[in-house]
């Protein structure tokens, strides 16, 4: 099993950034992939970024040439920063992970087996 601890989270003005961090622990002596993941109230959960265990990332639409997933794989910590965020970033960011490879239909579908309890972030105009 993989626990994961959010932290980073909280309110920004439009055009500003933040960054997010996210604690892994347990069993990460076998190779995992990590992955953020957001959900605004009203709306479904939505992939954000991935980075697999290679050192392989992807990014999603959400915030495409603005977030930035980051990995210190030795030290089991998963960063996202979040540059220029705009109202609609406005979400619960939650940090999950995955024994299986994740970048692609488990990123897109959100079937992770592990996951944080979320940090909120939120922007104002």
């Known amino acids: 099993q993989i626990h994961l601890v959010e932290s980073g989270g909280g309110s920004v003005q439009a055009g500003g950034s933040l960054r997010l961090s996210c604690a892994a622990s347990g069993n990460t002596a076998v190779n995992y992939c990590m992955a953020w993941f957001r959900q605004a109230p009203g709306q479904e959960r939505e992939g954000v970024a991935g980075?697999?265990?290679?050192?392989?990332?992807a990014h999603l639409d959400p915030g495409k040439g603005r977030f930035t997933i980051s990995r210190d794989i030795p030290n089991n910590f998963l960063y996202l920063q979040m540059d220029n965020l705009k109202p609609e970033d406005t979400a619960r960011y939650y940090c999950?992970?995955?024994?299986?490879?994740?970048?692609?239909?488990?990123?897109?579908?959100?079937?992770?087996?592990?996951w944080g309890r979320g940090t909120q972030v939120t922007v104002f105009s």
């Open positions: 999950a992970a995955d024994y299986r490879y994740c970048l692609g239909t488990l990123l897109l579908s959100g079937d992770f087996g592990y």
């Open positions: 980075f697999d265990s290679d050192g392989v990332t």
